[in-house]
């Protein structure tokens, strides 16, 4: 932990080194044309992401969840995505949820020395009760928080599928996961602040996890939100449009539908599509798995 100097995520790059003296504009600039790297970076890491997300699918189509774990920033932006995943896609909140390093204070309370805790990490690992079907991604910039490997390793002593997820190369955090996900964004505009590059690139890898894994759930119809929690007036009348992209009925059609079906946009399609009752309609979707498409009956 000594050795921060050798990880390119705390070295202090020379470009940046006059940023107190820019001007608003320049700086603004600056940041920018440090952020237009990011995507590039990620797309380096998507062999790596793309074997850990078809892992966890797997595993969650046989009945397990998605957990995050990490401190600081990491931590909150698992908090982050584990959170829309309920109102976006209807999961369940122990479906996919997120453990951070201090506990819930820790969201908006920076509780930074929790991350050294090691024996912290595993213990939450064993409260949360996670086994083989489970699926636990390890966030951490540095790619060596305690709290994060300790976590980490022990979910993979119980049996679950191991992810790390860093921005550093060969990190304790890949060498413990089963599989390593090191995006390399470099140096920092603020030395060592890696809620900027860093933390960007966590956002759009994890936004492809939970995303990617929810469209293979069948979660989605095409690019629709079909599964999405109306529980606000934009929602609603999304939820209206939909039903009515799918099946090609009137507005006050597709209200009906939704209104019978406690506004499930799934269940609403399919008894808009067959004029089924809201039971036969949801016998059809649970027969396919709860996927739109089967239940249309427009897969081979």
Same mark, same amino acid.
């Given at each position: ?5 050798? !990880? ?32 590039? $970076?990620? *797309?380096?890491?998507? #062999?790596?992401?793309? $074997? ?32 829309? &995943?309920?109102?976006? =896609?209807?999961?369940? #909140? ?15 309370? #920076? &509780? ?45 002593? %119980? ?5 790390? !997820?860093? &921005?550093? $190369?060969?990190?304790? %955090? ?19 602040? /890696? ?5 960007? *690139?966590?956002? !759009? ?5 939970? /995303? ?11 690019? %629709? ?21 799918? /099946? ?14 406690? =506004? ?6 399919? $008894?808009?599509? =067959? ?16 996927? !739109? ?8």
């Amino acid at each position: 932990m000594n050795n921060l100097s050798e !990880l390119t995520t705390e070295s202090a790059d020379p470009r940046f080194a006059g940023i107190d003296t820019m001007s608003v504009g320049e700086l603004a600039a600056t940041m920018n044309a440090a952020d237009t790297t990011v995507p590039a $970076a990620v *797309a380096a890491a998507l #062999p790596g992401i793309t $074997a850990a997300i078809e892992a966890t699918a797997a595993r969650m189509e046989a009945g397990g969840r998605l957990v995050y774990v990490g401190a600081g920033t990491p931590g909150r932006l698992g908090v982050l995505d584990a959170s829309e &995943c309920p109102p976006t =896609f209807s999961t369940p #909140p122990e479906q996919v949820f997120a453990i951070i390093a201090g506990g819930e204070s820790a969201i908006v309370a #920076p &509780c930074e020395g929790a991350e050294d805790d090691e024996e912290a990490g595993a213990a939450a690992v064993t409260a949360a009760g996670i086994g083989p079907l489970d699926s636990v991604v390890g966030i951490a910039s540095s790619g060596r928080t305690p709290y994060v490997l300790a976590a980490v390793r022990r979910a993979r002593e %119980l049996g679950a599928l191991t992810v790390g !997820l860093s &921005c550093n $190369a060969g990190t304790p %955090l890949s060498r413990e996961a089963e599989h390593a996900i090191e995006v390399l964004v470099g140096p920092e505009v603020i030395s060592g602040s /890696t809620r900027l590059k860093a933390g960007t *690139a966590q956002k !759009l890898v994890l936004n492809m996890f939970s /995303t990617i894994v929810m469209v293979r759930l069948g979660k989605t119809y095409g690019n %629709l939100m079909v599964d999405v929690k109306a529980s606000n007036g934009k929602l609603r009348e999304r939820a209206v449009r939909m039903v009515r992209t799918i /099946t090609g009925s009137g507005r006050e059609q597709a209200l009906a539908a939704l209104d019978a079906n406690g =506004f499930n946009v799934k269940q609403a399609v399919v $008894a808009t599509r =067959f004029g089924l009752s809201p039971q036969e309609a949801a016998a059809r979707l649970a027969a396919a798995g709860g996927r !739109l498409r089967a239940a249309l009956g427009e897969l081979s």
